[in-house]
């Protein structure tokens, strides 16, 4: 589903985010991206979801070329995708409903269809109840559910998470795991930049380490350090 041909971003500040990454998710797949802070992960994250272009190579997305792609299709792009992020962004203002319903509405959804759908979400995550509620009134984890509610509510092919658990405790945090794996098995595939040792350790899904800009490890069933050698 994504395919990353040698791609490189300078920043025009000059620094090197990612030098000749080179890398293949296939679709429905599980993928954790890890690395030290400054490795590249938010970068390569931005160049998927065409917020920042790359300075060389390749990048395939659902089989077109989002070097090419013009902006006017880049809207488009993203109602495949499905963003979460550490720190929820939900609008404060509006309700649990609301936040999930305006996802929906910026892609013109019709709304009998909003109506119908975002209870289902909200139910999926486990905040069908809560549905009338601000997000100042909701737990960290709450909050976190309500991102990724809105986050599948249009039913996209891919989400990215950047750091979703970063500011939550262990439990929250393994919840959320918990949800989105969920998420997974049901067909979506999931990008996940994190610094969580213990998630990534415990899930041995696939690893793909960034270090200096560069892809240093890409491993099918990893863990968030490279294992030790046991031979002598
Ligand atoms: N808009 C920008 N302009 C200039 N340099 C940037 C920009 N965004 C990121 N960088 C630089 O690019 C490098 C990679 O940053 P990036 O945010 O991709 O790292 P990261 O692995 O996500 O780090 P963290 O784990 O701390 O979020 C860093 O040196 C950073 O300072």
Do not use: C, W
């Not at 070329?65 to 609008?91: A, E, N, T, W, Y």
């Amino acid at each position: 589903m994504i395919q990353m041909f040698n791609v490189s971003k300078t920043y025009s500040n000059g620094v090197k985010a990612l030098l000749d990454v080179s890398v293949r998710i296939q679709k429905g797949s599980f993928v954790f991206l890890v690395g030290p802070s400054g490795a590249g992960k938010s970068t390569f994250i931005k160049l998927l979801f065409r917020e920042e272009r790359p300075s060389g190579g390749q990048i395939i997305f659902n089989g077109r070329s989002l070097i090419r792609m013009r902006d006017k299709d880049v809207p488009h792009l993203r109602r495949q995708m499905g963003v979460v992020f550490q720190d929820f962004r939900l609008l404060p203002k509006k309700t649990v409903f609301e936040n999930v319903a305006f996802a929906m509405e910026v892609v013109e959804g019709p709304v009998k269809k909003i109506r119908q759908r975002v209870p289902q979400v909200l139910d999926m995550v486990g905040l069908g109840s809560k549905a009338n509620l601000y997000p100042h009134q909701l737990s960290g984890g709450e909050q976190q559910r309500v991102s990724i509610a809105r986050a599948i509510v249009n039913d996209p092919m891919l989400i990215i998470a950047d750091e979703p658990t970063g500011n939550l405790d262990p439990e929250t945090a393994k919840e959320i795991m918990d949800l989105l794996l969920d998420i997974n098995r049901r067909g979506t595939t999931i990008i996940m930049a994190t610094h969580a040792r213990d998630i990534v350790d415990s899930m041995r899904q696939r690893v793909i380490a960034i270090e200096g800009g560069r892809v240093v490890r890409d491993e099918e069933r990893g863990s968030y350090e490279k294992e030790k050698d046991t031979e002598t």
